[in-house]
């Protein structure tokens, strides 16, 4: 017994440690999110001058109330609801309709086809050929563009392939097929329930990469009615910029609305990362599970 006192304290004190340092990166990954928080409701000059840390200072709304005066923010957030539940459902259908062939062994040009994608990754036509490709098969001004050009995320897609190669066995792959099952059932009744914890992973992923897109909807969406909400929130950005530097020959207007233009810059950043914030505490429990699994070398 007296052997192992030494190994118990060690234990305690490696414990302790552990939970400072876990303690420690905690505060420095969940600090600057309360501190845009804290901005958004202070005076933005006692921000920049330092004098807000832990509370708001001068308590006020007027950034929220300056963004969600906007008649477009609400339209702005159905059009990102919709844009991003769309897109994610059809970004991981992509993904497993790609990743799950490329993942069988028996696969025919299964190494051309998987370098194929990889070329991909590293080369592409840019901008202008995405534009003159996106325009000439007719979906400019339609929800579509924003799904269609980027329709696979071949990192993403290499990370599932992974997954299904490390963690699926393929032995009760052959066993399902032995049973019966057709190609189709054995992917519906078993593949897709076993790969629930890389599914939420691909679903966090498509979900922020969707929410947070506003260039593809600037370049390739026209009119107000279909601008997802980070493109409105720039563009009440923009006016409210426009709208201070206008009234800088006023005297005391400049410095009025500058102040309510930082404080739209704060509240945007909470207004924009609210959703994804709620979202993610309920898909975590798969995520790092899944992450892990399909990052293992295949």
């Not at 006192?5 to 302790?16: L, R, Y």
């Not at 309709?97 to 051309?112: D, E, F, H, V």
């Amino acid at each position: 017994m007296e052997s192992r006192k030494p190994h118990s304290m060690s234990d305690k004190a490696s414990d302790v440690v552990l939970v400072v340092i876990t303690a420690a990166v905690m505060f420095i990954v969940a600090y600057p999110l309360y501190y845009v928080l804290v901005a958004s409701f202070s005076n933005p000059y006692d921000v920049y001058a330092g004098k807000t840390f832990l509370f708001p200072s001068e308590f006020s709304f007027k950034g929220y109330a300056a963004v969600f005066a906007d008649d477009n923010i609400f339209t702005g957030y159905i059009n990102s609801i919709k844009y991003t539940v769309i897109g994610t459902i059809f970004s991981v259908v992509m993904l497993y309709i790609t990743a799950y062939p490329l993942s069988q062994r028996n696969l025919p040009g299964r190494k051309w086809l998987s370098l194929f994608f990889i070329f991909t990754m590293y080369f592409g036509g840019g901008l202008v050929p995405t534009y003159l490709v996106v325009k000439e098969t007719g979906l400019i001004n339609s929800m579509w563009a924003l799904f269609l050009p980027g329709g696979v995320g071949v990192g993403n897609m290499i990370i599932v392939r992974n997954y299904f190669q490390n963690s699926i066995p393929h032995d009760l792959i052959e066993a399902s097929e032995i049973d019966g099952c057709s190609k189709m059932r054995t992917f519906l009744s078993i593949i897709i329930p076993l790969s629930k914890p890389i599914m939420a992973v691909m679903v966090v992923f498509s979900m922020v990469a969707y929410w947070n897109d506003w260039f593809t909807a600037l370049i390739y969406l026209t009119g107000t009615d279909k601008a997802p909400l980070p493109l409105v929130l720039r563009n009440v950005l923009i006016k409210s910029s426009a709208s201070a530097s206008q009234a800088s020959t006023i005297s005391g207007g400049y410095a009025e609305l500058n102040q309510l233009t930082e404080m739209i810059k704060f509240s945007s950043i909470v207004v924009a990362a609210a959703p994804m914030l709620i979202v993610y505490p309920f898909v975590q429990k798969y995520f790092e599970k899944g992450f892990m699994a399909g990052a293992v070398k295949g």
